[in-house]
Nanobody
Framework: QVQLVESGGGLVQAGGSLRLSCAAS????????MAWFRQAPGKERELVAAISSLGNTNYADSVKGRFTISRDNAKNTMYLQMNSLVPGDTAVYFC?????????????WGQGTQVTVSS
């Protein structure tokens, strides 16, 4: 089994930056698709960014140019660098992993970390 633990969330002013981390344990996730999701109050959970085992990335339109997803396979860890934050980014951010790309199946999830952006 794979366990995922997010960290790095917090309160930040608009225009600021945060770096989220997702540490995996139980087994290596180097061959997995890794992704960040978020859920804001009153909204459905949405995909923020995903990264393949080869480093290919996809981003939601709302975060393109501001967020960067990356991974360090030696540390079995994934990251989300968030810059130029706006209040609309306020949400609980979840780390997830899928053993397959087509179709994706995110069978492993972290507990979530709160990101709050003040205006």
């Amino acid at each position: 089994q794979v366990q995922l633990v997010e960290s790095g969330g917090g309160l930040v002013q608009a225009g600021g930056s945060l770096r989220l981390s997702c540490a995996a344990s139980g087994r290596t996730v180097s061959s997995y698709v890794m992704a960040w999701f978020r859920q804001a109050p009153g909204k459905e959970r949405e995909l923020v960014a995903a990264i393949s085992s080869l480093g290919n990335t996809n981003y939601a339109d709302s975060v393109k140019g501001r967020f960067t997803i990356s991974r360090d396979n030696a540390k079995n860890t994934m990251y989300l660098q968030m810059n130029s934050l706006v209040p609309g980014d306020t949400a609980v951010y979840f780390c997830a992993a899928s053993r397959r790309w087509v179709p994706p199946s995110y069978n492993y999830w972290g507990q979530g970390t709160q990101v709050t952006v003040s205006s």
